[in-house]
């Protein structure tokens, strides 16, 4: 990720670090995508609605769920884009026009989420809308200030925002890769009760999704040539997050592609 002017450049092994994790987060978040369509797909079409909660009758509800799908698959998709440094430099335009949908998303998905949170309802009762609210909230701040320093040309604050808001944007992901990785450390579910899906891991997973990767970031984004121990931090992410990734595949996202 070409985040950093070259006086603030880190050092390779946290550069390739990086690059690792990144190429993993890219692998699931395509798998993710590809479930999100054909789950979204399959409903729109009358078919089975997976996790898709289509509600009869719910006119509102049902377009503000289908607008928050479509944005999600639009974002995850753009995003794994958007932080490839060669079509930044190369292809200015679609990373300007890209930038711009991420954005339109980022705030429309955002909104039709808070609905679906708090007027749908949700499981694990008001410490995930909360917690959820609160990732909102981060999103819609971070697109702003992401918006506002690539209006003003400042491409540095905006790249460090447009990652902030790329974490925050894929909080939901983070949630289910780690879920799967805790139920494949623990083979049951500890922690939490699996009917109420309310429980002090839960509890914790709501914040963590986004507030964890957010602190991840932040170590990256300082890092300033220095960093073994911060690399051998993101190659242990790396391989956790694949493992959650193949977890999530196999559990949550594959037996509804099939």
């Known amino acids: 990720m070409d985040t950093f002017t070259s006086a603030g450049?880190?050092?390779?092994?946290?550069?390739?670090?990086?690059?690792?994790?990144?190429?993993?987060?890219?692998?699931?978040?395509?798998?993710?995508?590809?479930?999100?369509?054909?789950?979204y797909g399959r409903a729109a079409l009358g078919g089975p609605p997976g996790e898709s909660r289509w509600v009869a009758g719910d006119g509102l509800g049902n377009a503000m769920l289908s607008l928050h799908l479509v944005f999600a698959l639009l974002m995850t998709g753009i995003g794994v884009l958007q932080l490839i440094p060669p079509l930044r430099r190369r292809m200015p335009a679609v990373h300007r026009t890209l930038g711009r949908v991420f954005l339109a998303g980022a705030l429309l998905g955002t909104v039709s989420g808070f609905y679906l949170i708090w007027v749908r309802g949700t499981v694990g009762g008001v410490t995930m809308q909360?917690?959820?609210?609160?990732?909102?909230?981060?999103?819609?701040?971070?697109?702003?200030?992401?918006?506002?320093?690539?209006?003003?040309?400042?491409?540095?604050?905006?790249?460090?925002?447009?990652?902030?808001?790329?974490?925050?944007?894929?909080?939901?992901?983070?949630?289910?890769?780690?879920?799967m990785l805790w139920m494949l450390i623990w083979q049951a579910p500890v922690g939490?009760?699996?009917?109420?899906?309310?429980?002090?891991?839960?509890?914790a997973m709501?914040?963590?999704?986004?507030?964890?990767?957010?602190?991840?970031?932040?170590?990256?984004?300082?890092?300033?040539?220095?960093?073994?121990?911060?690399?051998?931090?993101?190659?242990?992410?790396?391989?956790?997050?694949?493992?959650?990734?193949?977890?999530?595949?196999?559990?949550?996202?594959?037996?509804?592609?099939?």
């Open 9 to 39: 450049r880190p050092s390779r092994p946290v550069a390739a670090a990086a690059g690792l994790w990144y190429l993993v987060a890219a692998t699931g978040l395509a798998i993710f995508a590809l479930y999100i369509g054909v789950s």
């Open 130 to 179: 909360l917690a959820t609210s609160l990732n909102g909230v981060f999103i819609v701040t971070f697109a702003a200030l992401a918006w506002r320093h690539a209006r003003a040309r400042q491409f540095e604050a905006h790249r460090r925002w447009a990652l902030r808001l790329f974490i925050a944007a894929n909080g939901v992901w983070f949630f289910r890769v780690g879920f």
């Open 192 to 203: 939490f009760d699996p009917k109420t899906f309310t429980g002090p891991f839960v509890t």
């Open 206 to 258: 709501n914040f963590a999704q986004f507030l964890l990767p957010l602190a991840v970031l932040e170590l990256y984004l300082r890092a300033r040539g220095r960093g073994l121990v911060l690399a051998l931090a993101l190659v242990l992410l790396s391989v956790a997050t694949a493992v959650g990734i193949f977890g999530a595949t196999l559990g949550m996202w594959l037996p509804r592609l099939v």
